[in-house]
């Protein structure tokens, strides 16, 4: 059932035998901030028991009218509860193996290594040679994430993104029904009693006193009901508005979207401060649900009785949690045995969705000169490639980029001739699927340009970069892109990176930039161009080495 790593795959894993460790680290203002959280928190409780004595319970919540409050569980709450914690535990495991891919977070766009608020790596940046985010990233076990183990961000993205539309359905569905019935009332505040009853149901707790338990088939207290509504009302649309702030199509296109959230990194890391919510909740909750009478209370929450004596609720409820974890286990034989078949599920169905809606969307690439960012990280594996190497020592002055394939008019380019074609200039946002951003001013010759020189076939429907690198595991790195991509403005082979001349690291002499497109998209070291009928027959057919390798996400339009 688990699969061995082979040789080259452990390299990618855990270079480092350190690397199965469990790691957090955290800048001290962060440690600081929480630590005063905790202190302000259960010393104002602490505060108020010692010096006023404990506050009267409200036991029942007043939040909400009372007058005529539903009672108990109907079959659409009690089915909704359990598809959501379902997908809930599907989204929180996927989205814990795509952190770990780029384990820290940050409050800024640079990515700076050093600036991250929390990690999840005990790496620390060598400075004295490339060091890329592929290598950065962690192994994550099993257990936490899915898939954890073997895994590609590709696959753990597939998990992510085919669960979000279910968990979203059922939450519209779960909302649609509080609110055509009045079960909304048990949990929308309505009261100034907001303020205070909570709290005091808090002293209570902070200071070792369960509150009156109240029968939650019929009541919740202040701070149920509050936190309920906090989990079905915050955290849920911050998680998804946060989620959407990521795309790179959505902060290209509506470049004020991901700025509700501070920027594109905070919008992560808020993505992530909720799904640690949700699991403070979720340990919160299962802990109450157990301490409070566990055969009633899963009564109540499984067959909609409120009956202490019956089991049935209880071996049901077990039964649904033996059945979720089942799946999880498929989930990992799926995701290390049949990685193609998820692949092209995802594309065939968020894929197709994708390209019909988002995909559409038209790059603005009017980033500014003062938003380029201090810092960018680097990305695969450097040419070893003894041409690569000897063109590098003469500064790439013998450099001539082949054009071929189904052209009218094969060309050799050297960098004078394409610097003479023409130059445009854009500063962009790079997006890396593992979770790093950067600004950067890139400078080159529109691809437009080069198709209109060589005249591509009219039966030409996809356009192939192959670069002087391999790619992790060996073999020529490519990427393609449909025809329509290379023609937009900002589609460009770039040759200057921040108004410099292109960096060795970077790409040089040429890389690839195509704008609305994420980063493992934008080839760099470029060796030559090809233009085809389909991607079919170019390495093992996927349009790319990170999509022939690493099952990442397919272009649904190639
Ligand atoms: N030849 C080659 N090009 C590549 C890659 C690679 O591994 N090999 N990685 C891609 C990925 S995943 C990213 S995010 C960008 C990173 O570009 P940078 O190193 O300039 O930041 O390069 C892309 N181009
Ligand atoms: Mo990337």
């Not at 409050?107 to 929390?118: E, F, Q, V």
């Not at 060309?411 to 003479?420: A, F, G, I, N, T």
Request: glycine share 6%; charged share 15%.
């Amino acid at each position: 059932m688990i699969p061995h790593f082979t040789a080259a795959e452990k390299a990618v894993h855990y270079p480092d035998p350190e690397d199965r460790k469990a790691f957090l680290g955290m800048k001290p203002y962060t440690k600081l901030i929480l630590l005063i959280l905790f202190i302000a928190l259960f010393g104002a409780a602490w505060f108020q028991y010692f010096f006023f004595g404990l506050p009267p319970d409200p036991a029942i919540s007043f939040l909400s009218q009372q007058v005529d409050e539903p009672i108990g569980f109907p079959l659409w709450i009690r089915l909704s509860h359990w598809v959501n914690f379902f997908f809930l535990l599907l989204i929180i495991r996927s989205g814990l193996s795509i952190l770990y891919d780029h384990p820290r977070l940050y409050w800024n766009n640079s990515c700076k290594s050093n600036s991250s608020w929390i990690r999840f790596t005990p790496v620390k940046i060598p400075l004295d040679r490339p060091y890329t985010a592929k290598e950065d990233a962690r192994y994550i076990n099993p257990i936490a994430g899915l898939p954890g183990y073997k895994h590609t961000v590709g696959i753990a993205r597939v998990w992510h993104f085919l669960t979000v539309p279910f968990f979203v359905l059922n939450g519209a569905v779960f909302i649609s029904f509080l609110f055509f019935t009045n079960q909304w009332k048990r949990l929308v505040p309505v009261s100034w009693q907001i303020f205070p009853d909570p709290w005091t149901v808090f002293v209570h707790y902070a200071t070792f006193h369960f509150p009156v338990n109240v029968d939650g088939f019929y009541h919740y207290n202040a701070i149920q009901q509050l936190s309920y509504f906090a989990v079905i009302f915050i955290l849920a649309p911050l998680g998804m508005l946060t989620g959407i702030a990521m795309s790179p199509a959505i902060e290209n296109r509506f470049r004020w979207y991901p700025k509700l959230f501070g920027n594109r990194q905070s919008a992560r890391s808020i993505h992530f401060l909720v799904m640690i919510s949700y699991c403070v909740f979720i340990v919160i909750h299962v802990s109450l649900v157990a301490a409070t009478g566990l055969v009633k209370n899963m009564n109540h929450m499984v067959m909609g009785t409120d009956s202490a004596e019956s089991y049935t609720g209880l071996y049901i409820g077990i039964a649904i949690i033996l059945m979720t974890i089942a799946f999880a286990i498929l989930a990992h034989w799926l995701s290390w045995n049949k990685q193609r078949a998820l692949q092209k599920l995802q594309a065939s169905t968020n894929g197709k969705i994708w390209k019909y809606t988002i995909n559409r969307f038209k790059a603005k690439t009017d980033y500014e000169k003062k938003d380029i960012t201090s810092y960018f990280w680097l990305n695969g594996k450097m040419p070893e490639s003894s041409d690569w190497k000897n063109l590098a020592e003469n500064n790439f002055a013998d450099y001539k980029l082949k054009i071929s394939g189904l052209v009218e008019n094969p060309v050799e380019l050297s960098l004078e001739d394409l610097k003479e074609m023409g130059k445009e200039q854009n500063v962009t946002m790079h997006h890396c699927i593992q979770g790093w951003s950067g600004i950067a001013e890139w400078g080159g010759l529109p691809l437009s340009r080069i198709i209109a020189l060589v005249k591509p076939d009219p039966s030409v429907t996809t356009v192939a970069f192959y670069s002087f690198g391999e790619g992790m595991y060996g073999g020529v790195y490519y990427d393609t892109h449909i025809i329509g991509n290379c023609m937009k403005p900002d589609s460009i082979l770039a040759w200057e990176m921040n108004y410099e001349p292109l960096s060795l690291e970077h790409g040089a002499p040429l890389r690839l930039r195509v704008e609305n497109q994420l980063g493992y998209k934008m080839v760099k070291w470029i060796e030559r161009i090809e233009f085809v009928r389909s991607p079919k027959n170019l390495g093992t057919g996927f349009g790319g080495k990170n999509e022939d390798d690493e099952y990442f996400d397919l272009m649904a339009d190639s």
